[in-house]
């Protein structure tokens, strides 16, 4: 046996030349000792994981003893000596693999191959090979099958120290191509496969080269409606390293070969599935979660090949493992009316990430309106479960916690615009915020990741009763410190036309005493604005005016 | 990303770029709002501040003691810039907030002041800064901050046609941050400015050009983007681009300094460039594309 024989493996057989091995099978027939073909690549791309071509046979009968040499042929030149040695005849089929380089450990270009297996005195079994460089270099997230309004751009805010929002910058959501002055896209430039590209995990800026965003190497996360099949458009490759870090083709097609593409967890869109250089294909994903969160997939990109003409398809060995991230929305991002600007593109990242760490911590559901909103208003104020403080550590602009007197930091009223941007930023201006720095924060932010109907309501003066301000240690029946346990004005949101209300701002007191200390937690979420043990009742000794307003926009 | 019906985008954005303008003026205030409004001016005796000389602008490059400014955000001429201490670490958190509006009148200078005076929820009035010592601007009003004796939260305050807020991003990390001195800076580098004479507003810049070419394009094209503008004052002004959609895309100044809009999305975009003038001042221009499906 040579030292540098390919290893054997217990994977799948894969044969594509059926017709041809039965035919070579029966030209062994007529000699008592024989070499039987049992499988054998006919398309293969070593350069995929797993994708070394297979070569399977046995001797027969059972009993013989023959010395077999396997080689790789281009042309009249052997290329490899794959193997060689003394078979024992019976069943038990010895497996080959070719990693697709040459005697010299050198890739072997792309183009067509013959895999010859010869013994004394025996027929050559002689077995067409094509080395191909399989690739997806592209995947474009388009709105599913159902015709549904369901995929978005993610929007990042920030790029290093200047002030920007953007959506996911590019037409693909994963590109992996050659970089300026690269060879190929498929390959590095010493001919080994370019690695998939890792997903991109920062929640603010983007994929950067230098200064400026990448265009060639980024892996941007997903954003679809919850239960949507996501489709993907891949573009395969179309140029590949070959021998001295030349550019080759990617070797297909292959004459009187088909080519598809056949991806795990996926159905091909039907008469979208073929694969050709450069081209692109269709698939429809199964269905994300159903409800508001972060799933990983992995995209395992497989290809199959079939005679020209014939209906049966076989796999080609290997595959492409590319990870995907999607973010899931209860359904699609809602902005104010007048909204314009990139920044209205999609969910941001950093909202969508939010929500997925604070349902984990607090074990809640987001399946619908309802969840999202209760895993909003908890996950935003904190301090409870696995949340120690309040959203990105703010605290709310009172006297005694070291603020004033509530100063809106987050919110313009002559633009009627929240600066979400800012406050996500690590609360860039200020650790204070007051009400209308969370009203603009939740709706807006909830609003995009799909809740509907999301509104302020401005409240009137109010004479307090206990509360729990966000930020705050605990309950307090002195707001500001000097006595004045009041309101001018509050904001908080609402979803229905303020028959319920939520708010994110502060806690409520209900323990059926709401003027004393010690209290009773009671989250704001969707809680009735009247009535005994309602959103008037617990915050105000007064009864308050209110007033749902419009949508504000974002910053 | 989606690959949406060129048809039906150009119907929307026709809709929404002719509906953009009448929709911003169309964001209702709530009756509840404009009492509060009406009361904070009551409250604050806005009828009887006094009223001092429009200047032609506060420059957007100031110099403040023992402070160095972040990045220049600019949102419809409100100018904000975040202070960090002269020499801190790179990573260290601003000390200060510091956002500035040139407005055209004293008038338009102090609804901005009202309107952060309405914005506080306490009901007791916030106390003018003299009341803490301070000589600062035409009107001018303070936020103590709990986090010390002499802790302030905020200053607030107007000279002439200037609004100025001044706010401290974490009293209690620092409280013996001396916003006085800081505001106390602001308004005399104001002070410095020319008066306008009256009747004159102040200059705006200037966008003599802003082109697209071409303005039709499939989506992934890089534009081109020819830009020239003129400040008021001569100096540097500061861009802010907003890519209106449907379409998307993105602006960007390329490593050959040629400004491009990457497009990355199809649909009409309505690409707006927002030039904050060395002084304070701004002005806005835009221009439409069509980005085909790629």
Redesign the interface.
């Known amino acids: 046996m040579t030292s540098n024989l390919a290893a054997l493996r217990a994977a799948p057989a894969l044969v594509i030349l059926c017709a041809f091995s039965a035919a070579q099978s029966r030209q062994a027939q007529p000699s008592p000792v024989r070499l039987v073909l049992d499988e054998a690549s006919r398309i293969a791309d070593p350069k995929l994981e797993g994708g070394e071509a297979l070569l399977a046979f046995h001797v027969m009968p059972q009993g013989a003893k023959l010395p077999v040499r396997v080689e790789v042929c281009a042309g009249d030149t052997t290329v490899r000596k794959l193997w060689s040695g003394s078979i024992a005849g019976g069943v038990t089929p010895q497996r080959l693999l070719w990693d697709g380089r040459d005697d010299e450990d050198e890739r072997c270009p792309t183009g067509a191959y013959v895999v010859r297996v010869t013994g004394p005195g025996l027929p050559a079994l002689e077995l067409p090979l094509d080395l191909v460089r399989l690739g997806v270099t592209e995947i474009?997230?388009?709105?599913s099958a159902s015709g549904a309004?369901d995929?978005?751009?993610m929007v990042y805010f920030r790029k290093v120290?200047?002030?920007?929002h953007?959506?996911?910058?590019?037409?693909?959501?994963y590109v992996n191509v050659a970089r300026a002055g690269e060879v190929s896209d498929l390959d590095l430039d010493d001919g080994s496969a370019r690695p998939v590209v890792t997903v991109h995990t920062d929640t603010a800026t983007p994929v950067l080269d230098?200064?400026?965003?990448a265009v060639d190497t980024y892996n941007y996360p997903l954003a679809y409606v919850k239960g949507a099949r996501p489709r993907l458009?891949l573009t395969f490759g179309a140029s590949a390293t070959g021998p001295g870090s030349a550019t080759m083709g990617a070797g297909y097609p292959v004459p009187g070969y088909e080519i598809r593409v056949a991806c795990d967890g996926a159905d091909a869109v039907a008469g979208e599935e073929l694969a050709v250089p450069g081209g692109t294909a269709r698939i429809d994903l199964f269905a994300l979660a159903g409800d508001v969160g972060r799933e990983e997939r992995v995209l395992t990109v497989r290809w199959q090949a079939r005679r020209t003409g014939t209906d049966a398809w076989s796999d080609i060995p290997g595959a492409q493992v590319i990870p995907l991230r999607f973010y899931t929305l209860l359904g699609a991002p809602r902005f104010?009316?007048?909204a314009?600007?990139?920044q209205?593109?999609g969910p941001w990242v950093e909202v969508a990430e939010y929500v997925v760490t604070w349902k984990a911590a607090l074990g809640l559901d987001t399946s619908d309106q309802a969840g999202l909103t209760e895993v909003f208003v908890k996950g935003f104020f904190g301090q409870n479960g696995g949340l120690p403080h309040a959203i990105e550590g703010v605290v709310y602009?009172?006297?005694?916690?070291?603020?004033?007197?509530?100063?809106?930091?987050y919110?313009?009223?002559?633009?009627?615009?929240a600066n979400l941007s800012r406050l996500l930023n690590?609360?860039?201006?200020?650790?204070?915020i007051?009400?209308?720095d969370n009203m603009g924060a939740t709706t807006t932010m909830l609003s995009m990741l799909g809740a509907e109907n999301m509104r302020p309501v401005?409240?009137?003066?109010m004479s307090l009763r206990a509360l729990w301000g966000i930020g705050a240690p605990g309950y307090t029946l002195n707001?500001?410190?000097?006595g004045?346990h009041?309101?001018?004005?509050?904001h908080i949101v609402t979803d229905d036309g303020a028959v319920t209300v939520s708010d994110t701002c502060m806690q409520l007191d209900e323990d059926g005493n709401p003027l004393a200390l010690p209290c009773t937690p009671g989250w704001n979420v969707h809680r009735p604005w009247a009535g005994p043990g309602g959103y008037n009742d617990l915050a105000a000794n007064n009864t308050v005016?209110?007033?749902v307003?419009?949508l504000p926009g974002l910053? | 990303m989606k690959r949406a019906m060129r048809a039906l985008f150009l119907v929307l954005s026709a809709l929404a770029l002719a509906s953009t303008s009448a929709a911003q003026r169309a964001v209702e205030r709530s009756e509840l709002e404009l009492q509060h409004v009406a009361r904070t001016r009551v409250r604050y005796g806005h009828a009887a501040w006094p009223s001092g000389a429009p200047r032609a602008g506060l420059a957007n490059a100031l110099a403040l003691s023992g402070f160095t400014a972040g990045p220049l955000a600019s949102a419809e001429g409100l100018v904000t810039r975040e202070l960090f201490h002269a020499g801190s670490l790179a990573d260290a958190p601003a000390s200060a907030v510091l956002e500035t509006r040139v407005a055209d009148t004293v008038a338009d200078a102090r609804e901005l002041l009202i309107e952060w005076l309405a914005g506080l929820q306490s009901a007791t009035p916030a106390p003018p800064a003299s009341e803490v010592g301070l000589a600062i601007g035409d009107v001018a009003y303070v936020g103590r901050a709990g986090a010390g004796p002499n802790a302030l939260a905020w200053i607030a305050f107007v000279r002439g046609n200037v609004a100025v807020r001044v706010s401290a991003c974490d009293p209690v990390r620092e409280p013996a941050l001396d916003l006085g001195a800081l505001a106390t800076e602001v308004d005399q580098a104001i002070g410095r400015a020319p008066a306008l004479e009256t009747g004159r507003l102040p200059a705006r810049p200037l966008i003599a050009t802003l082109a697209a070419s071409p303005t039709s394009v499939v989506a992934g094209t890089a534009v081109i983007l020819e830009v020239s503008v003129a400040d008021p004052a001569g100096g540097a002004p500061h861009l802010q681009w907003v890519v209106g959609g449907p379409g998307q895309g993105y602006v960007e100044l390329g490593r050959d300094g040629v400004l491009r809009l990457h497009t990355t999305g199809s649909g009409a975009i309505a690409l707006a460039l927002e030039v904050t003038g060395s002084t304070g001042t701004w002005t806005r221009r835009e221009i439409a594309l069509d980005v085909l499906d790629d």
């Open positions: 474009e997230a388009q709105d309004d995929e978005f751009q120290a200047a002030y920007e953007y959506a996911t910058p590019a037409i693909h959501e230098g200064s400026e965003y458009e104010r009316m007048d314009s600007g990139t209205y593109a602009d009172a006297y005694p916690l070291g603020g004033d007197g509530g100063a809106t930091h919110f313009s009223f002559g633009a009627w615009r690590g609360h860039a201006l200020g650790r204070f007051n009400c209308t401005r409240l009137g003066n707001l500001w410190g000097s004045g009041a309101f001018s004005y509050h005016s209110k007033h307003e419009t910053q």
